[in-house]
């Protein structure tokens, strides 16, 4: 059976890509390859566990600013768009955001999702399923700094149940299809670090529980 190829985004230290990374064809993520770890933060170290890795993983780095000062009149979009590009040109079967923290417009989504060809009266490509790791169940804390959100709902009685899921990205930021939801225990006078440790100990099973998910999806 071909090999799966994956692409990883990241922004930060990339202990989420590593799991991946350690979980490369094994049982937990059979016949999968990780072929480019993305970065929008060249000091992300993520991008140093890839090279780090055995063989090592192809990067890549573009960021928003960067990207618009060297292209006066682009947009966001723009970036988003090339950043699609630059991920295409790998021709992943599923992109994996792993604590990529850049809201993703149109620009990237259309073409990823098959509804823009790449460049201009091309057909356009197949579908490629994109899914993000969140540190909230659904519904409950989209967006950045969900894990801090979520501690102190709970110490002040406003939530009684917290975890994290792994879901289908869509426009809406944290709204697409949820594909693995874990519950993490959250007790009376736990510090946040001691809730963090918990929450990035089951995101790690639960980010290669998702990509073997979508990947057995297809063919
Ligand atoms: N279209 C989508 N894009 C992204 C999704 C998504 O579900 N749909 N998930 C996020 C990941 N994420 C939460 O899971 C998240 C990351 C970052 C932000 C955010 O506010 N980003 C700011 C910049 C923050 C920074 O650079 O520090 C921004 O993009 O302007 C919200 C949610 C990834 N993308
Ligand atoms: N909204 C997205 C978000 O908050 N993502 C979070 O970023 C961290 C990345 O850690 P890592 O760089 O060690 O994998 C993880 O906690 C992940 O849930």
């Known amino acids: 059976m071909t090999e799966k190829r994956v692409v990883v985004l990241i922004s930060g230290s990339g202990s989420n890509l590593q799991a991946l990374i350690n979980a490369q064809n094994t049982p937990s993520l059979p016949n999968a390859r990780i072929v480019r770890v993305f970065s929008n933060r060249k000091a992300a170290f993520g991008l140093t566990r890839a090279a780090q890795a055995t063989p090592p993983i192809p990067t890549a780095y573009l960021a928003l600013q960067p990207y618009l000062k060297s292209h006066p009149g682009k947009t966001r979009d723009d970036y988003d768009a090339e950043v699609a590009r630059i991920l295409l040109a790998d021709n992943p079967d599923l992109i994996i955001l792993a604590g990529w923290m850049h809201i993703l417009g ?17 057909p356009t490509r197949g579908v490629v399923p994109v899914i993000n790791l969140h540190p909230a169940l659904p519904g409950a804390f989209d967006g950045a700094n969900a894990i801090e959100r979520a501690h102190e709902a709970f110490q002040k009685g406003e939530i009684t149940r917290a975890g994290v899921m792994v879901h289908r990205v869509v426009k809406d930021v944290d ?6 939801v874990k519950e993490v225990p959250l007790e009376k006078g736990d510090s946040l670090e001691a809730f963090e440790e918990r929450v990035h100990e089951t995101e790690h099973e639960i980010i290669v529980q998702g990509a073997a998910k979508v990947l057995a999806e297809s063919k």
């Open 175 to 180: 709204r697409g299809e949820p594909l693995v």
């Open 106 to 122: 149109d620009g990237f989504l259309e073409l990823t999702d098959g509804r823009k060809p790449l460049n201009e009266g091309e």
